[in-house]
């Protein structure tokens, strides 16, 4: 069983920068990989982009592609998303999660962390 705490989240300006983190425990997720979604009010969830256990990233969004960063330290069991030039539009709750492989489905979710982004 896996446990994933996300943290950073809060109020931040347009153009401004927050650092997610998601911290996982019960046992290693250095072998995850590891996926960070978010959801809009009204919206349905989408994902973000993701980290293997190498450190390779994929992001998903085009519009984030840039801005966002996908990082993990896996001595610490920790994945962060640095969120850089925030928009109004990247206001959502963001969730980690975690899957064994690309070929199964993300098996873990954190309970999410609020940011929001003001003009």
């Known amino acids: 069983q896996v446990q994933l705490v996300e943290s950073g989240g809060g109020l931040v300006q347009a153009g401004g920068s927050l650092s997610l983190s998601c911290a996982a425990s019960g046992r290693t997720c250095s072998s995850y990989i590891m996926g960070w979604f978010r959801q809009a009010p009204g919206k349905e969830r989408e994902f973000v982009g993701r980290?293997?256990?190498?450190?390779?990233?994929?992001y998903n969004l085009d519009s984030v592609e840039g801005r966002f960063t996908i990082s993990r330290d896996n001595g610490k069991n920790t994945v962060y998303l640095q969120m850089n030039s925030l928009k109004t539009e990247d206001t959502a709750v963001y969730y980690c999660a975690a899957r064994a492989s690309l070929a199964a489905p993300y098996e873990y979710w954190g309970q999410g962390t609020q940011v929001t982004v003001s003009s």
């Open positions: 980290i293997t256990w190498g450190g390779t990233t994929t």
